[in-house]
């Protein structure tokens, strides 16, 4: 998640707000409150836009985590609003970075990705089975596993990719099929700028609040 502070001028600096009256403070407070709701879901639609443009979404579930929540506990502080997601890994695509650490990077068919989740399956039926080891080439430590029809479902999308890679029209029973590259860090570009993006929208915010305050 990404808190942004930002700090405002005029009505809401806190030596004029102390001046109103406390029912006078309270209305403020309610306003403001309800205006940070109204503008932070116009402000969540516009990074789930962003969010569409800078990354290839394959699942809803991924743009929709992006929300915006207020945060209106204290009656004696304005509200705040945050702007954020609750998968984890979405900040090293904000930040950039390295990820450090053994880790197997699926051989899958360029463009097309397999789940965490699917992915362990995958191993662990490979595994159960006796049809996994590893081979040294360029340097690599590669996961391979043989083409046998006990293991037809697991490998269809690793044969995919494997022809693609190869050109060959079939995979013969008994070949052996790359799975994955075991790797000791993975570096990541910075690919998303919710921030940026996020203050870029700050005056849709302020309208929102604004627009309740003269309700006053």
Do not use: C
Not at 27 to 52: E, S
Not at 187 to 213: C, H, N, W, Y
């Amino acid at each position: 998640m990404l808190k942004l502070s930002l700090t405002a001028s005029g009505l809401l600096d806190k030596s004029k707000l102390d001046a109103w009256s406390r029912q006078k403070q309270t209305a403020i407070h309610k306003a403001v409150a309800v205006g940070m709701r109204d503008g932070g879901k116009i402000v969540a639609d516009g990074v789930r836009r962003k969010m569409k443009t800078d990354f290839t979404v394959k699942k809803a579930a991924f743009v929709n985590s992006l929300r915006a929540k207020v945060y209106d506990r204290n009656p004696d502080k304005l509200p705040a609003v945050l702007i954020g997601s609750k998968i984890p890994w979405l900040g090293i695509h904000m930040r950039g970075g390295t990820i450090s650490g053994r880790m197997l990077i699926p051989l899958t068919e360029e463009g097309r990705r397999i789940g965490r989740r699917a992915f362990k399956r995958v191993i662990d039926t490979l595994i159960r089975s006796g049809n996994a080891y590893f081979i040294r080439k360029n340097g690599q430590a590669i996961l391979m596993a043989e083409n046998i029809k006990e293991n037809a479902s697991v490998l269809t999308r690793f044969k995919r990719a494997e022809r693609s890679r190869t050109g060959a029209k079939s995979i013969k029973r008994g070949a052996e099929i790359p799975i994955a590259v075991l790797v000791p860090a993975v570096s990541m570009k910075r690919r998303f700028d919710l921030e940026g993006t996020v203050r870029g929208q700050m005056p849709v915010l302020a309208r929102a609040i604004e627009k309740q305050l003269t309700k006053i």
